[in-house]
């Protein structure tokens, strides 16, 4: 068996045999006194159809950890951990996605005549109907239902079926593919639906936050940008890529015809019980049209200030500042940066019944029951200007403006925010000094900017190392350069990385944190950007004033052994600085 490692989500389906299975759980927790019988009636009748080992879970009364221990145990049976075991291509194919699912297992390693199997559910008659599936003797391994979960998602991606569905959109004729290229009217189990619906199945699975969809020569490849990186995940005959553009094009609400300009749509679809938001770009290059879908996912929770990842001292200076009658706060940083998220847990720590809060974005990324947000749309003569003048006229006290991007905007904004209003708004600047200097090169005079501007966070983000697969190495001695530049600190018990698992697909990294840097606007401040001084005069007052930089606090997310020097130089890195 390969030793190796991925990922994970919340389990979905229930085990097999649910009531046998519940039984089974009862006796074990009682017969180990880990558990009274009433605590266990108490979970029965809270969730009655959720499986009572989940609501074991959920209560705290035990770990997913504890319980699989537990009931592997009693069954005399081991326990596979993911984090270590890679299920060979060969035994995976043994069973259909629909089979693992339904049966809740995962198999191994063919041994001989024998599989390895990972199954929530090792009693005999559960075991009993895994080989008659399998057809083959099986030797259980319990599995928790969480790392089982992971196991199912990423061995039995939705990806690998777009093979088949390829091959059949090829049988077709060439009538047949110029009238789907043109737009035709399809049916939804026609190749193309499946291939994208596929698609975009996997990259919700994945985490993605973009899918490309890009001709390349003779093909045409899809890569998902997973926390910040693109990855390669298909890649598929030319002939098919017209055929895809056209379908998302159509369920973009885009002309289909035109082939030539850029174009912008927007999908909305229920994915896996998940309603999905799709904003959908289009554009010429050489070999075809490139397209780019930007997953918003609804269902994803909101972050509250407190679980960005800010370091305490910053998070509670920014909440003061949050928290100001008026006045503008400024989040900068580059396209998904993680600006918008920084902006709503603002929004939810200001959301109370006793303020009027008014957002006008593009698109609307997450949406609030309590605050009143408008769409942009441009083709019906709603943009950031004008909605943001509309905005003034229903009495608001916070009013967030999802981008500045023109001066028109920007001169609204100022003006809100010196006639008192809390202003909230992203541009796209390096870090927080240039910031400012942007709102000056935008056309505002430099007295609005002092007057009108409290705070500007600059922002990145950077992946995580894998907590499942760390081991020490040692930095290059560029890494080493880069942190001894800004101050870093050798981790306390030495440099560690992800050396790359089945939970984080090998890459070394899962997730993401931000790092932040934080410009008070002081009186200081605010003589200099009257003055005009050069951006490296105004940043070394900030930082005499207790401002860190974002390679400053990159460094501390290494010295905490939370991600590499390699990883902050590809995210953060700003020359000169």
């Given amino acids: 068996m390969r030793i190796r490692g991925r990922r994970h989500e919340e389990p979905e389906a229930p085990a097999p045999r649910r009531e046998a299975y519940d039984e089974v759980v009862t006796a074990v927790l009682v017969g180990a006194g880990r558990i009274e019988p009433y605590q266990l009636d108490a979970l029965r009748v809270g969730a009655p159809e959720s499986p009572l080992a989940v609501e074991v879970v959920r209560s705290g009364l035990l770990t997913d950890r504890e319980l699989t221990a537990l009931i592997a145990n009693h069954y005399g049976c081991g326990v596979v951990d993911f984090r270590m075991v890679d299920p060979t291509p060969e035994a995976v194919a043994l069973l259909s996605r629909e089979q693992a699912r339904e049966l809740q297992v995962v198999p191994l390693e063919i041994t001989g005549e024998t599989v390895a199997v990972a199954l929530l559910d090792p009693s005999p008659e559960h075991v009993a109907l895994v080989s008659a599936a399998i057809g083959h003797p099986v030797a259980p391994c319990m599995a928790s239902r969480r790392t ?60 993605a936050s973009d899918i490309h969809i890009e001709p390349a020569g003779a093909r045409v490849r899809v890569r998902f940008r997973i926390d910040g990186a693109l990855v390669d995940v298909l890649d598929l005959p030319g002939s098919i890529g017209p055929a895809l553009v056209s379908r998302l094009k159509i369920l973009g609400g885009m002309n289909i015809v035109e082939r030539r300009r850029p174009q912008d749509g927007q999908i909305s679809m229920n994915v896996e019980g998940r309603e999905v938001d799709i904003r959908v770009a289009t554009t010429s290059v050489v070999g075809g049209e490139k397209i780019v879908l930007r997953l918003l996912d609804k269902s994803r929770p909101l972050f509250q200030l407190s679980q960005l990842g800010m ?40 959301d109370t019944v006793e ?53 028109d905007t920007a001169r609204i904004a100022v003006q809100s ?43 990145r983000l950077v992946r995580r190392s894998c907590t499942n697969c760390l081991e020490p190495y040692q930095p290059t001695a560029e890494e080493r350069a880069f942190l001894a530049s800004v101050g870093g600190e050798d981790p306390v018990e030495g440099f560690v990385r992800g050396a790359g698992c089945h939970f984080c697909a090998h890459t070394g990294f899962l997730d993401r944190i931000g790092v ?9 401040v605010r003589e200099q950007i009257v003055d005009r001084v050069p951006q490296d005069e105004m940043r070394k007052l900030a930082r005499s004033q207790g401002m860190r930089t974002l390679q400053e606090q990159g460094a501390r ?9 390699a990883e902050v130089m590809r995210s953060i890195y700003v020359a000169g600085v």
């Fill in 311 to 350: 370091p305490d001292d910053t998070a509670d200076r920014f909440r003061r500042l949050v928290h100001q009658p008026y006045g503008m706060i400024v989040c900068a940083g580059p396209t998904g940066g993680g600006k918008t998220t920084t902006l709503y847990a603002s929004l939810s720590e200001l």
């Fill in 516 to 524: 932040y840097e934080l410009l008070a606007v002081t009186d200081e």
């Fill in 148 to 207: 089982l979960t992971q196991a199912l998602d990423t061995e039995y991606k939705a990806t690998h079926e777009v093979g088949a569905h390829v091959e059949a959109f090829e049988a077709r004729d060439l009538v047949r593919r110029e009238a789907l290229a043109e737009g035709a009217q399809v049916n939804e189990d026609a190749p193309v639906v499946q291939v994208v619906q596929k698609v975009i199945t996997q990259g919700l699975r994945d985490r």
């Fill in 557 to 565: 997310l290494v010295a905490e052994g939370l991600t590499t020097p």
């Fill in 355 to 407: 303020r009027n809060i008014m957002t006008i974005e593009d698109p609307v990324e997450y949406t609030f029951d309590s605050i009143n947000q408008i769409q942009i749309n441009e083709q019906a003569g709603i943009t950031f200007a004008g909605g943001l003048k509309s905005i003034l006229r229903q009495d608001p006290d916070v009013i967030l403006v999802g981008e500045i991007r023109d001066v």
């Fill in 417 to 459: 925010a010196l006639t008192g209003h809390m202003v909230l708004s992203s541009v796209h600047a390096t870090e927080a000094v240039s910031a400012l200097y942007r709102l000056l090169d935008m056309g505002i005079e430099a007295f609005l900017v002092a007057s009108s501007v409290s705070a500007v966070m600059a922002q």
